[in-house]
């Protein structure tokens, strides 16, 4: 009894026991599992690797990957999608990135971390040498030197000048809007011409023109006043003619039946007008007496006109009415293009305090605009470009065109797709090319590489020089790139156009593929998108 009740004790212990063994086993099968390869551990300067992450799981919910530039001191230029494929019941995700160096040496990529439900997991470093890039001179056509060429100095406007420019304008806009309000205060302050007359006379009289024996500032008003309501209610040129003219314009109305003035008005008139221009111009200083009689005379001349001068006509009223109308428009447009010019001279301001506090480029992207940055920050598309199939980005769409080929090309290859964006003289031009090899014919990609200059200047450039090198692929397609400078005729001014171009060739999949990409030298934002368009290219083997 005692044997048998030791043996049940000792299968169940046992039986525990292999449910333990068990269980641990199912979960350490079904912890998850890290892996990370590049596919070389040696490149040249500027070439890429392929640096890749594959994780086994149960689920993909939960999988972080490394983002940014983890793998300093390498660079990452692209970090591509994942992919991911079922075994069984577990989930295995394929990450990819490309990575790069431009400086020669051997360099460690450290460990990345993925984390994965909550937990993380390091991969193992890896050993990257990258070697220098070695030109064979004598395979390098050769060009002759081009001639020095001076160029002048160009002129540079002192900062204290555009301050000094702002400071005047600013003055310039002061003082307009200053007699702008002056005047329009005097207009306000107008008074029917009666009326404005009469308070003139009342003003002279409290003045001490004539206590100071001011003779000459006395008429001055004196006729002023008799001339201006003249002005207003008879002759509209009264203010600007002479003494005979006016005279003789009263008298030409009277007879002709258009004004009942008597004559001993325009007497007085005459004789007040004559005895102002003596006290003006030839120094006569008649006595006190003699000025008030003229200032009562003027009174009386005044309420005569006052009382023959004829109420205007219904026609008259009209015209007037337009008149006014007429006149309050052009004050309107005035006052447009016066507000107009204000806001004009207020940027050109801003952006000249801007120039001199943030420089010129500062003020060309953030205000003026910078087209090449606008493409660069914009949205790119990626696409497949004819046969041979070469897949690129770039930030425009690239368009099916036809062109000549030169006789040599033709006879390489079978035919040829072209496809472009933008034009040469513009900010960026890119263009793509591919076709077919002529399998009867002799395809060599360093021959059409020579022929690069004599195309170049076929389109006009000038002063070319011309470089090349290696250069690969993110898919590994070695190629030839041919990079520089050239001048290109401005068809507007013309002057000269300096151009920075990079042009790859490929002779892969039984065909020829070039791409070439020419922007404004020193534009820093189209030099990016070029790098970017250079590093994106794929060329993709026909059967697939």
């Known amino acids: 009894?005692?044997?048998?009740?030791?043996?049940?004790?000792?299968?169940?212990?046992?039986?525990?026991?292999?449910?333990?063994?068990?269980?641990?086993?199912?979960?350490?099968?079904?912890?998850?599992?890290?892996?990370?390869?590049?596919d070389s551990t040696s490149i040249k300067i500027g070439e890429q690797i392929i640096y890749s992450i594959e994780v086994e799981t149960d689920s993909t919910n939960l999988v972080v990957f490394p983002e940014g530039q983890t793998f300093d001191p390498m660079e990452m230029v692209e970090s591509?999608?994942?992919?991911?494929?079922?075994?069984?019941?577990?989930?295995?995700?394929?990450?990819?990135?490309?990575?790069?160096?431009?400086?020669?040496g051997s360099y460690t990529i450290p460990q990345q971390k993925i984390i994965i439900q909550n937990r993380e997991y390091l991969t193992d470093s890896f050993r990257v040498e990258v070697a220098d890039v070695k030109v064979d001179t004598t395979r390098q056509k050769m060009y002759p030197i081009k001639p020095a060429v001076d160029v002048p100095?160009?002129?540079?406007?002192?900062?204290?000048?555009?301050?000094?420019l702002a400071a005047l304008v600013v003055l310039a806009i002061a003082f307009y809007f200053f007699r702008k309000k002056k005047k329009k205060k005097e207009e306000q302050k107008e008074l029917?011409?009666?009326?404005?007359?009469?308070?003139?006379?009342?003003?002279?009289?409290?003045?001490?023109?004539?206590?100071?024996?001011?003779?000459?500032?006395?008429?001055?008003?004196?006729?002023?006043?008799?001339?201006?309501?003249?002005?207003?209610?008879?002759?509209?040129?009264?203010?600007?003619?002479?003494?005979?003219?006016?005279?003789?314009?009263?008298?030409?109305?009277?007879?002709a039946g258009e004004l009942s003035l008597k004559d001993k008005s325009i007497d007085n008139l005459q004789q007040l007008l004559k005895r102002a221009d003596l006290a003006k111009f030839a120094?006569?200083?008649?006595?006190?007496i003699t000025a008030k009689s003229d200032r009562t005379k003027v009174e009386h001349l005044i309420k005569d006109i006052r009382q023959v001068v004829p109420e205007p006509t219904e026609e008259e009223l009209m015209q007037d009415e337009n008149y006014r109308k007429e006149k309050l428009k052009k004050k309107r447009r005035n006052k447009i293009i016066a507000i107009l010019g204000g806001i004009v001279v207020l940027a050109i301001?801003?952006?000249?305090?801007l120039v001199n506090t943030k420089g010129f480029d500062y003020v060309q992207d953030s205000v003026l605009g910078n087209e090449t940055k606008e493409l660069l920050e914009g949205d790119w598309i990626r696409s497949e470009y004819g046969t041979p199939q070469v897949t690129i980005t770039t930030p425009e769409v690239l368009v099916r065109k036809t062109v000549d080929r030169d006789d040599e090309l033709q006879e390489m290859l079978l035919g040829s797709e072209t496809f472009d964006a933008g034009t040469l003289e513009g900010n960026l031009y890119t263009l793509l090319i591919t076709g077919p090899v002529n399998p009867q014919g002799d395809f060599d990609l360093q021959k059409a590489v020579d022929g690069i200059y004599e195309s170049l200047e076929a389109q006009g450039a000038r002063n070319i020089i011309m470089k090349q090198e290696d250069f690969s692929t993110i898919n590994n397609t070695e190629g030839i790139k041919v990079f520089g400078t050239f001048n290109l005729e401005n068809p507007v001014t013309g002057g000269p156009i300096k151009k920075e171009y990079a042009i790859l060739n490929f002779g892969a999949n039984g065909g020829f593929q070039q791409i070439m990409v020419v922007f404004n030298e020193d534009d820093e934002y189209a030099e990016e998108i070029s790098q970017r368009i250079e590093s994106s290219v794929q060329l993709k083997n026909q059967a697939n």
Do not use: H
């Open 1 to 38: 009894m005692k044997n048998r009740s030791l043996t049940t004790i000792t299968i169940s212990k046992v039986a525990s026991l292999l449910l333990f063994l068990l269980l641990s086993f199912q979960s350490f099968a079904q912890q998850p599992k890290v892996n990370a390869e590049i």
């Open 80 to 104: 591509l999608g994942a992919d991911t494929t079922t075994v069984k019941d577990r989930f295995k995700l394929l990450k990819k990135y490309s990575l790069t160096q431009f400086d020669s």
């Open 153 to 164: 100095k160009p002129f540079e406007v002192p900062n204290w000048v555009w301050w000094l």
């Open 192 to 255: 029917p011409p009666y009326e404005q007359a009469m308070l003139e006379l009342k003003q002279l009289d409290n003045s001490s023109l004539l206590p100071n024996r001011e003779i000459k500032e006395y008429y001055s008003q004196l006729t002023f006043s008799v001339r201006k309501y003249l002005d207003r209610k008879i002759y509209d040129r009264a203010l600007e003619s002479t003494t005979s003219e006016l005279i003789a314009y009263l008298e030409l109305r009277k007879q």
């Open 283 to 288: 120094n006569s200083r008649p006595d006190v």
């Open 349 to 353: 301001i801003v952006i000249t305090v």
